[in-house]
């Protein structure tokens, strides 16, 4: 019998859909080599484009195919330019993830060539660690709050709750327990100063009673910005507070490329996102040369997440084409160095994945 997966496609803004398009392009290619296994693609306009259209960002028919969907593949949403009248972005996506209760944000970093890292002395899997982002709490719960611009002073909340940090620990330790690294995790927290923090630190604790082959440690936020490009290798899942997690996943992709080397994956019990850590870059929208990338690794870690023999094996392959394309530096687009196109890089990953799937 064959299990089909439905999958929501949200191009988004500016690069959002040049970059999903590949993505959808490489898994219609994988599609008929997979026995047993089927895709079903159901695309929907949402971001900034669909706001300016019909005034909301994230509309219910949307939604609701998300809600009944094996998996959502999501390019990029907002613009720089474009505000709710609060002043604030358009950030649909941040609805996704309260909404759709998708509280583990894991965001691997791994460099496949020496010549993508600003460092010296790091070859291909030398960096490889995987952030593991609480992503509906946190700095974030004060996003609701509006400013007042004519008060002295301006205050937002950060919110920890024993529910959340439970299982966003919980899930950083399982993500070790898969990998064949350290099986370390590193909570990154700054319990030197804030209460909230004084309390995931304490919940870290008790949930790593229950991983007694896996290490644990506690690191600064600061520091481990330092260590990271310090040491990068001696990390190996990262597991922190929503704000924290966004600032040093950015951190992570300059090690190994930039934000089109940083797939995501927004992950709950019932539903998961996957889709780059960049945004709509909009500085290179329209020109055909966004790096597609960290949009077709997401759409590895989809493959993965189907947990399904036949997904994982086009999970492996789609990540050994990227492999194999990376190992020759001239294949780059100009985000990285090179003078390939965003169609003309998938070409090469289309060619290489053919190899790589039989
Ligand atoms: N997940 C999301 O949807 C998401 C994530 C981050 C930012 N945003 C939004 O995107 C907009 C732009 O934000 P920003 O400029 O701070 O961040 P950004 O990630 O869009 O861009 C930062 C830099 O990285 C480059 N870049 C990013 N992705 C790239 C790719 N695939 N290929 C080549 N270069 C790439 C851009 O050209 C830019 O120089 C904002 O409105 C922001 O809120 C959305
Ligand atoms: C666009 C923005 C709201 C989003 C976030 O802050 O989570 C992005 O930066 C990310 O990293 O996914
Ligand atoms: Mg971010």
Known sequence: MTKTYKIVVLGGDGIGPEVTDQ?????????????????????????????????????????EACRNSDAILLGAMGLPNVRYPNG?????????????????????????????????????????????????????????????????????????????AERVCRMAFEVARKRDKAKKVSLIDKANVLSTMVY????????????????????????????????????????????????????????????????????GDKAAVFQPSHGSAPDIAGQGIANPIAMILSAVMMLQWFDNDETRRAGAALHAAVARVLSDPSNRTPDMGGKLSTTQITDAISIALKDALN
């Open 23 to 63: 993505a959808v392009r490489l898994l219609k290619e994988i599609q008929p080599q997979l026995s047993g296994v089927a895709f079903e693609f159901d695309e929907h306009s949402v971001g900034v484009g669909e706001y300016q259209k019909n005034g909301d960002a994230l509309p219910e028919t949307a939604f």
């Open 88 to 164: 604030k972005e358009i950030a649909p996506q941040l609805d996704l993830r309260e909404k759709l209760d998708l509280y583990g944000g894991v965001r691997p970093i791994e460099l496949f060539h020496e010549a993508d890292t600003p460092l010296k002395n790091y070859g291909p899997g030398e960096i490889d660690f995987v952030l593991v982002r609480e992503s509906t709490e946190g700095i974030f719960a004060g996003r609701d709050a509006v400013a007042d611009l004519d008060a002295d002073e301006s205050l937002n909340i950060i919110r920890i709750t024993r529910k959340g």
């Open 200 to 267: 995931f630190r304490h919940i870290f604790d008790e949930v790593a009673k229950d991983f007694p082959d896996i290490t644990a440690e506690h690191v600064y936020v600061d520091a481990s910005a330092l260590f990271m490009v310090r040491r990068p290798h001696d990390f190996d899942v990262m597991v922190t507070e929503n704000m924290f997690g966004d600032i040093l996943s950015d951190l992570a992709a300059g090690l190994v490329g930039g934000m089109g080397m940083a797939p995501s994956a927004d992950i």
